[in-house]
Structure formats: C-alpha cells, structure tokens
Nanobody, 126 residues
Framework: QVQLAESGGGLVQAGASLRISCAAS????????FGWFRQAPGKEREFVAG????????YYADSVKGRFTISRDNTKNTVYLQMASLKPEDTAVYSC???????????????????WGQGTQVVVSS
C-alpha cells in the first residue's frame, strides 16, 4: 500500500514559478512510475507529466512541455513538479499518481491508477 500526500500549492501571479511535491509512504518507492494530473473547475482531469519507475525518463503534456519539469528523489520518497512561466490556465487541483512498474508514457491512457493523492490547489492570477 502506498499513500501519497501532495504539498506546495498556492496562489501565484502569472509568469511565476512554483514547485509542488508528492511524498509517498509505503514500500518500494523505486518500483513505481509517478504522474501528475490536474483538474480545473468545470473541466475533466488531464495528464500533466510522468516519470518512469526504473529511470529518469519523463513524458509531458504538450500544454506544459518546456515549462514544467517532473523529477523524483528515491532517497526522500518524493516526486516533484517544478512549474515555470505559469499561466492562469494552469489553475487547477494537482494530484499525483503511483503505478507499479509503469513507464511515464503509459500514464495518460491508464484508466485506473494504483494510487492517488488528495491533491494540492494551484491558482495563477493574471
């Protein structure tokens, strides 16, 4: 069993940067691929970024490519999403997922994820 806890969300102005974190408890952190998803009010949840379970390879949605960076620290059991050049349309609740031995490119179309966090709110003002 893995529990995920996101943190670091907040209110920022357009153009700012923000880093959010996903701390995982449980065993075998290095056996999981991790993803970040977001859901804006009135919109469907969408994939943002993913990182492989077995190496540092990453995968991004086109809307965030070049602005967001996902990373993982296996010594701290934590996954990060560094967000730069934030836009008002990035406003959403950001949630992380964990999937056993999955690669990042598999995450957008994976219907059921093994574990979800509760999410952290990011608001970008114009």
């Amino acid at each position: 069993q893995v529990q995920l806890a996101e943190s670091g969300g907040g209110l920022v102005q357009a153009g700012a940067s923000l880093r959010i974190s996903c701390a995982a408890s449980g065993r075998f952190f290095n056996k999981y691929g991790f993803g970040w998803f977001r859901q804006a009010p009135g919109k469907e949840r969408e994939f943002v970024a993913g990182i492989n379970w077995n190496d540092e390879s990453t995968y991004y949605a086109d809307s965030v490519k070049g602005r967001f960076t996902i990373s993982r620290d296996n010594t701290k059991n934590t996954v990060y999403l560094q967000m730069a050049s934030l836009k008002p349309e990035d406003t959403a609740v950001y949630s992380c997922t964990a999937d056993y031995e999955h690669q990042a490119f598999e995450l957008p179309d994976r219907g059921l994820h093994d574990f979800w966090g509760q999410g952290t709110q990011v608001v970008v003002s114009s």
